[in-house]
């Protein structure tokens, strides 16, 4: 078997799409909306808009069609026990994806690293296309595995590299059999990672062990560097070639976790986002976000930027809350039109594939582009000592935060695993009710509590209340069915990709592991 068959072996039959680059409704200026449809509130986009004179049809899907589509991409894993127990922090956890664009542009990965010790779990939110946020889901975790290796792992992997022996696989993959890799890059993929660790092996001495921070840091930039090294040299192969140029010129959002023992590391560059349910005394759930977004609403992230470019640029760099009036992530992975000189795009285009010169996201370059580079995928990274009453972690892509408050996403996850429902007062917000609507929604609400355990999975259960909630927070059936049922180029108009990953924390094990710490 040949070595990166072996390192990466265990790995689904690929299916990489071939279509142009498309730009995310979400993250480019560049669209139009439409009119919309009765009952459902249009996200709200900056940008040119524009009436249609065609009729929006909707359907009303059966209760089992609307459970089909919200569970076709439904996963879950659950950390073996040892002895009949579980001797781990994370007891396992559950995701899904909910697709607006086609194809979905979100991607997911989880593993759990077999050389040291620890699970990775990440949300990639992929704009421009998916090709960045499918590379990502592939990559970034043997970057950040091999980052995590002592040097003297390291010296054994490339010895076992040299002679041609047998390779132990340094991560056990958590795959929904859509969550597929592309066999045609691996190769590709294996040599530029071979780089890396021997560089790391170069830098380090006998006997070190990273530090879990710097490695995280370093595995971000440098696959991001990576990325933007394979579009510049390119590839013999003419699919290679299109392919790592794809990659390049889309972009990808990352929000990853790192769990080892009671130490939770969160990795975020963009805007995706990791919320730590926290349960209180009474019963009931608070919200801990472990990340920061990375947009315009980040006054550090504007500061950061602003001081990063002449103060020539300080009305342009920023825009209608926008990189250059374009990007609203302020950081991601990919995106070389916002980090290259606009020499390095002409060349690399110019000698590139004739699939690129048909598209124009990949041919503009953006206005008042005077002192690349002005996006960065390096991570801000979050440290996060468990304690017992940390009982889960959301990771989810923006198409979830967009629709739920981070207190409400908690609640609804805590209520979900414990089953116990939180009784709060009914609210109605400022709206003028009649005693019949009274009488409705707390029929309503009598409905959801019977059938709470209609998900089993969480991530399905959230994503349930994410796109059907109405205004008074409670499931409507109708909505749900009425944007389950949005044909596929309307989707994107009403609400973004969406990505969830609920992981469950096991509080014995934690607070045993707490008072081995402190002993």
């Known amino acids: ?118 699970m990775l779990l990440g949300v990639f939110d992929g704009h421009a296309g998916c090709a960045c946020a499918q590379a990502l889901s592939e990559r970034l975790f043997y970057y950040l595995a091999v980052s995590l290796l002592p040097h003297d792992t390291l010296c054994e992997l490339e010895a076992a590299v040299e002679s041609g022996r047998p390779l132990s696989p340094i991560l056990q993959w958590h795959k929904h059999p859509n969550d597929y890799f592309s066999r045609e890059a691996q190769s590709l993929y294996f040599n530029s990672l071979r780089t890396y660790w021997q560089e790391l092996i170069d830098l380090t001495s006998p006997g070190e062990v990273p530090d879990t921070r710097e490695a995280l840091l370093n595995a971000f930039k440098r696959l991001d560097n990576d990325i933007s090294l394979e579009a510049q040299v390119g590839d013999p192969s003419a699919f290679l070639h299109y392919w790592v140029l794809r990659v390049a010129f889309s972009g990808a959002t990352a929000c990853v976790a790192h769990i080892d023992g009671p130490d939770l590391f969160i990795a975020n560059a963009g805007d995706a986002r990791a919320v730590l349910g926290v349960q209180e005394e009474d019963g009931s759930f608070s919200a801990l976000t472990l990340s920061n977004d990375h947009n315009a609403q980040n006054e550090n992230e504007v500061a950061r930027i602003r001081s990063e470019h002449p103060a020539s ?187 969830i990953i609920v992981t469950q924390f096991n509080p014995h094990v934690i607070g045993a592991q707490r008072q081995e710490g402190e002993s």
């Open 1 to 118: 078997m040949p070595v990166t068959s072996q390192l990466l072996r265990g790995l689904p039959r690929a299916k990489v799409f071939v279509s142009s680059l498309v730009p995310c409704q979400h993250h480019q200026s560049q669209f139009g909306l439409i009119a919309p449809m009765p009952a459902l509130r249009q996200r709200h986009r900056s940008g040119r808009s524009y009436q249609t004179s065609s009729r929006l049809h909707s359907y009303i899907l059966t209760p089992p069609q609307v459970n089909s589509i919200l569970k076709a991409n439904e996963y879950s894993f659950k950390v073996p026990e040892f002895d009949g127990k579980n001797v781990s922090s994370v007891m396992g956890f559950e995701s899904n994806q909910l697709p607006a664009n086609a194809p979905i542009e979100d991607r997911r990965s989880a593993a759990t690293c077999l050389q040291t010790r620890g």
């Open 313 to 499: 640029e300080r009305k342009t760099v920023i825009r209608q809350d926008r990189l250059l009036g374009l990007l609203m992530p302020f950081r991601a992975f990919g995106d070389v039109k916002f980090k290259w000189s606009i020499e390095l795009q002409k060349r690399v285009l110019e000698s590139g594939p004739d699939q690129l010169h048909e598209n124009e996201h990949t041919r503009f370059i953006p206005p008042n582009y005077h002192t690349p580079p002005y996006l960065t995928a390096e991570p801000e990274i979050t440290h996060h000592k468990l304690r017992p009453q940390d009982r889960f972690l959301v990771i989810g892509s923006d198409g979830l935060w967009e629709t739920l408050h981070r207190q409400e996403v908690i609640r609804i996850v805590g209520e979900h695993l414990t089953g116990v429902h939180q009784r709060q007062p009914l609210k109605v917000g400022g709206y003028k009710v009649t005693l019949g609507q009274m009488q409705g929604l707390l029929e309503e609400r009598k409905t959801r509590m019977s059938s709470a355990f209609e998900d089993q999975n969480a991530a399905t259960h959230l994503m349930r209340h994410a796109v059907g909630n109405n205004e008074f927070g409670t499931v409507d059936q109708e909505r749900l069915s009425k944007m389950l049922s949005l044909p596929e180029e309307l989707a994107r108009m009403y609400r973004d990709d969406i990505t």
